[in-house]
């Protein structure tokens, strides 16, 4: 139980309580497994609703000690609003916002809009008791930190929504009062107004209308400028949420997006330089499920909205030159992933390992001895037959390093060969590359593959059959065995020899590429070692440290083809 984030433990009953931050005691998922005492001097608290600020008491349900201090409670999002077959706002919107901002997101459907890029040409509402039902399901078991609201579409459904909420209080409500699409198209009619206003809005942590709703919640109030915004904030503040946020998206004449928070105390003037983009469609759920996001994780409100805002602008950024759709209104990615995507479009769809076939790996010494550029040694690799280039630049600077590697990507792209980068994966992700390298000492495959994604190409060093198993389990698409002669490109490398590759080999689940001593003169008999599964050799010093790359390119390509490799 000893925990440093823990203010204390005291003992009461023979009972054990501990006394920790709400904050704390709500990232760690304590307010949903532990009964929150009232004790003296202590802020009482109801079991699953941390509110207010202080500090709480709580004991283990069951009344045993409390132990699993490891325990992290995933934060979660409930959106309660309306699908957009589109996929621009609403649900869908919500979703990619959560995940994008890496919390769950579960989903209450209140209606069904037939929606595009032009604008809403259906809408069906999902029958009030089907919303409730859904509500149950999700509230009663999956532990909801904080509730979003989108599109409610009937009286029945707000009214719905408040009584389930009453029954399963959660942590925060973020209310997204949405009434017309930015098209012009009406979700949710005048008649829900007077429910929202007497009912949903007093329970809100927030809410966040555009100019457009706050004016119609503020009975047709004209809001034109920031200081319409003040006011609209100020007065809706009266109606009994605990912050308001009146968003300036729609601002007339405004070069920058201005958005104002207030929270009953004070003014927060948001400000960021608006994006000249088509693609703004969905901003408004966005914005309002990433502040959910940040709330369940545990942020206080106006870092949390700050933080959606910057969410928001930034993907909006990405997203300028994304066509989808042709209405004057398109969607934007949240994931930031479908520009980079349709970039690498060139390549690549999945590892081949017959591409270890010539395996050719730069050395920036080398290049320098000999007066090469990086990009120059990658061409003349390319046209001598390389079937794959890694770039190995120990000692380049790291603007350098991108700038090089940037450009002999584009190269190898034009020739169908994949870029790998040795060591830095933070440098391949920045220009794309097609995967990395990396040794025992690097960063291990496995957390490699979870910054670089599923289909990226990882490589990794192998001496031994325990190191080959290894590659395999953390996600590796094939290793590097070596030295198998011996070499000055690296020092005290330790060499394997043949004998060493073929139990590798033999023991390895991946395809293996050959490395070190290897050139011309002995690439046959590496090859002829007879294992299905050695793929090619890798080759440094016997392409770089030569006067001519391409020759001798060339040259090792014609041994290797003869020696009848790759056929498995
Ligand atoms: N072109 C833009 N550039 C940057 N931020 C924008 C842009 N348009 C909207 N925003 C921001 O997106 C969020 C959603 O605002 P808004 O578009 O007004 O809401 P809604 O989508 O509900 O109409 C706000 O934070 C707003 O400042
Ligand atoms: C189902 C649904 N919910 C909300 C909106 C508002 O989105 P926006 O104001 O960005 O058009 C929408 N268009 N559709
Ligand atoms: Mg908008």
Same mark, same amino acid.
């Given at each position: 139980?000893?925990?440093?984030?823990?203010l204390?433990?005291?003992?009461?009953?023979?009972?054990?309580?501990?006394l920790?931050t709400?904050?704390?005691?709500?990232?760690?998922?304590?307010?949903?497994?532990?009964?929150?005492?009232?004790l003296?001097s202590?802020?009482?608290?109801k079991?699953?609703?941390v509110r207010?600020?202080?500090?709480?008491?709580m004991q283990e349900?069951?009344?045993?000690?409390?132990?699993?201090d490891?325990?992290t409670?995933?934060?979660?999002?409930?959106?309660?609003a =309306?699908?957009d077959s *589109?996929?621009g706002a609403?649900?869908?919107a919500d979703?990619k916002a959560?995940?994008?901002?890496r919390?769950?997101? +579960?989903t209450?459907?209140t209606a069904?809009?037939?929606q595009n890029t032009v &604008?809403?040409q =259906?809408?069906?509402n999902?029958?009030?008791?089907?919303?409730?039902?859904?509500?149950? +399901?999700?509230?009663?078991d999956?532990q909801?930190?904080v509730?979003k609201?989108?599109?409610?579409?009937?009286?029945?459904?707000?009214k719905?929504l408040?009584?389930?909420?009453?029954?399963?209080p959660v942590?925060?409500l973020v209310?997204?009062p949405?009434?017309?699409?930015t098209?012009?198209?009406?979700?949710? %009619?005048?008649?829900?107004?007077?429910?929202?206003?007497e009912?949903?809005?007093?329970?809100a942590d927030?809410?966040?209308?555009n100019?457009?709703?706050?004016?119609?919640?503020?009975?047709?109030?004209?809001l034109?400028?920031?200081?319409?915004?003040?006011?609209?904030a100020?007065l809706?503040?009266?109606? *009994?949420?605990?912050?308001v946020?009146v968003?300036? *998206?729609?601002?007339?004449d405004s070069?920058?997006?201005?958005?104002?928070l207030?929270?009953?105390h004070?003014f927060y003037?948001?400000?960021?330089?608006?994006i000249?983009t088509?693609n703004t469609?969905?901003t %408004?759920?966005?914005?309002a +499920?990433s502040?959910?996001a940040?709330?369940?994780?545990?942020y206080?409100m106006?870092s949390?909205?700050?933080?959606a805002?910057r969410?928001v602008?930034?993907?909006?950024d990405?997203?300028k030159e994304i $066509?989808?759709g042709?209405g004057p209104q398109?969607?934007?990615?949240?994931?930031?992933?479908?520009?980079?995507h349709?970039?690498?479009?060139?390549?690549?769809q999945t590892f081949?390992p017959?591409?270890l076939?010539?395996y050719?790996v730069?050395?920036?010494?080398m290049?320098?001895r000999w007066?090469?550029?990086i990009?120059d040694a990658v061409?003349a690799?390319?046209?001598? &037959?390389a079937t794959?280039?890694q770039?190995?630049?120990?000692d380049?600077?790291?603007k $350098?390093f991108m700038?090089?590697?940037?450009?002999?990507?584009?190269?190898?792209?034009?020739h169908g060969v994949?870029?790998?980068i040795?060591?830095?994966v933070?440098?391949?992700?920045a220009? $794309?590359?097609?995967?990395v390298?990396?040794g025992?000492?690097?960063m291990?495959?496995?957390v490699a593959r979870?910054?670089?994604?599923?289909e990226?190409?990882i490589g990794?060093?192998?001496?031994?059959?325990e190191?080959?198993?290894?590659?395999w389990?953390d &996600?590796? $698409?094939?290793?590097?065995?070596?030295?198998?002669y011996?070499?000055n490109?690296?020092?005290?490398?330790?060499?394997?020899?043949l004998n =060493?590759?073929?139990t590798?080999?033999?023991a390895?689940?991946?395809?293996v590429v050959?490395?070190?001593?290897?050139g011309?003169s002995?690439?046959r008999?590496v090859m002829e070692?007879?294992?299905?599964?050695?793929k090619?050799?890798?080759?440094? +010093?016997?392409?770089f440290?030569?006067e001519?790359v391409q020759?001798?390119t060339?040259?090792?390509?014609e041994?290797?083809?003869?020696?009848?490799i790759?056929?498995?």
């Amino acid at each position: 139980m000893a925990s440093a984030t823990f203010l204390s433990t005291l003992s009461l009953a023979n009972k054990n309580y501990l006394l920790l931050t709400p904050t704390h005691a709500y990232a760690k998922g304590y307010t949903n497994n532990f009964r929150v005492s009232n004790l003296p001097s202590i802020v009482v608290r109801k079991e699953g609703s941390v509110r207010s600020q202080g500090f709480v008491a709580m004991q283990e349900k069951g009344g045993s000690t409390l132990s699993d201090d490891s325990r992290t409670k995933t934060p979660h999002v409930l959106t309660v609003a =309306g699908s957009d077959s *589109g996929a621009g706002a609403g649900i869908q919107a919500d979703l990619k916002a959560c995940a994008a901002r890496r919390v769950y997101c +579960s989903t209450v459907i209140t209606a069904l809009t037939a929606q595009n890029t032009v &604008g809403v040409q =259906g809408v069906s509402n999902v029958p009030e008791d089907f919303v409730a039902q859904q509500l149950k +399901s999700v509230l009663s078991d999956m532990q909801v930190d904080v509730v979003k609201t989108g599109m409610l579409p009937s009286v029945g459904i707000v009214k719905t929504l408040c009584k389930t909420l009453r029954e399963f209080p959660v942590h925060a409500l973020v209310v997204d009062p949405v009434m017309v699409s930015t098209s012009g198209d009406v979700l949710a %009619g005048p008649s829900i107004l007077s429910t929202f206003l007497e009912e949903l809005l007093p329970m809100a942590d927030i809410i966040t209308p555009n100019l457009k709703e706050a004016s119609a919640l503020l009975n047709g109030m004209q809001l034109e400028t920031v200081d319409d915004m003040r006011s609209a904030a100020r007065l809706l503040h009266n109606m *009994g949420p605990k912050n308001v946020l009146v968003k300036g *998206g729609d601002l007339p004449d405004s070069s920058d997006a201005v958005d104002i928070l207030y929270n009953g105390h004070n003014f927060y003037e948001l400000r960021s330089p608006r994006i000249r983009t088509r693609n703004t469609h969905g901003t %408004g759920c966005s914005l309002a +499920s990433s502040i959910a996001a940040e709330v369940a994780k545990g942020y206080p409100m106006l870092s949390a909205v700050k933080v959606a805002k910057r969410f928001v602008e930034t993907a909006l950024d990405y997203s300028k030159e994304i $066509d989808i759709g042709n209405g004057p209104q398109g969607p934007f990615d949240h994931l930031l992933r479908l520009k980079s995507h349709s970039q690498a479009c060139h390549r690549q769809q999945t590892f081949d390992p017959s591409d270890l076939f010539l395996y050719a790996v730069t050395d920036s010494r080398m290049n320098k001895r000999w007066g090469r550029s990086i990009i120059d040694a990658v061409k003349a690799a390319i046209d001598g &037959g390389a079937t794959i280039i890694q770039l190995r630049e120990k000692d380049a600077e790291t603007k $350098d390093f991108m700038e090089s590697a940037k450009a002999c990507l584009r190269i190898c792209h034009l020739h169908g060969v994949p870029l790998l980068i040795n060591d830095r994966v933070d440098v391949a992700i920045a220009c $794309d590359a097609d995967g990395v390298h990396v040794g025992q000492s690097d960063m291990p495959a496995r957390v490699a593959r979870t910054l670089l994604g599923p289909e990226k190409i990882i490589g990794v060093s192998c001496k031994t059959p325990e190191q080959a198993e290894q590659a395999w389990v953390d &996600g590796a $698409d094939y290793i590097g065995c070596g030295g198998v002669y011996p070499t000055n490109t690296k020092e005290n490398n330790i060499t394997v020899g043949l004998n =060493g590759l073929k139990t590798v080999c033999m023991a390895s689940k991946l395809p293996v590429v050959a490395i070190g001593g290897i050139g011309v003169s002995n690439a046959r008999a590496v090859m002829e070692i007879c294992a299905s599964n050695l793929k090619g050799v890798a080759v440094v +010093s016997a392409l770089f440290d030569r006067e001519c790359v391409q020759t001798e390119t060339r040259k090792l390509h014609e041994v290797l083809l003869g020696s009848n490799i790759g056929s498995t």
